[in-house]
């Protein structure tokens, strides 16, 4: 079933890129999230998406929005690429796609390509936005209008 607009978000427990245990359920309800479904680690489109991230992200805590992003990479890979491009945000190691499955983010290229998706949600832990595109830059813009938009309601 896919994780619709208006829909609960899923719940979910992975590990960041420290290794630490992240239960959504510490983070819904509390402040809205951004969260970002991408590829794998230092490929050219999730570096550049992650790196846009980073460059925006007082945008995104000026709105009052966490950022963490997923893949399948591990928890090892993560630390190195947080560490590599500062980035500011969690990332979670999502190896077994469950949690991929849970929000229903399909694959590209015939499936051999993880998708790459953002959800907006909201401090309710309702999906406010869903946004599907291979291309990296307008996930951002995308995700910036959407909290502007909650804030504005």
């Known amino acids: 079933m896919k994780a619709q607009v208006g829909d ?3 719940q979910f427990v992975l590990s960041n890129q420290d290794g630490k245990t992240v239960d959504s359920s510490a983070i819904y309800g509390k402040q809205p999230v951004v969260i970002y479904f991408y590829p794998k680690n230092f490929t050219p489109g999730c570096t550049a998406e992650a790196c846009s991230f980073r460059d925006h992200y007082e945008d995104f805590t000026d709105l009052g929005a966490a950022v963490i992003g997923i ?3 591990k928890v090892s ?3 190195r690429f947080v560490k590599k491009y500062n980035l500011p945000f ?5 190896e077994s796609g469950k949690v991929r499955k849970a929000f229903d983010v399909k694959g ?3 499936g051999l390509i993880p ?3 953002t959800f907006v949600i909201d401090s309710g832990g309702i999906i406010q936005m ?3 595109s291979m ?3 307008r996930h951002i813009t995308k995700a910036l209008n959407m909290l502007k938009s909650l804030q504005d309601a």
Do not use: I, V, W, Y
Request: net charge negative.
């Open 8 to 10: 609960k978000a899923p």
């Open 71 to 73: 893949s399948s990479d």
């Open 77 to 79: 890979s993560h630390a």
């Open 90 to 94: 969690t990332m979670l190691a999502d």
């Open 108 to 110: 590209n290229l015939l």
């Open 115 to 117: 998708g790459r998706e």
């Open 130 to 132: 869903r946004f599907d």
């Open 135 to 137: 291309q990296a830059s």
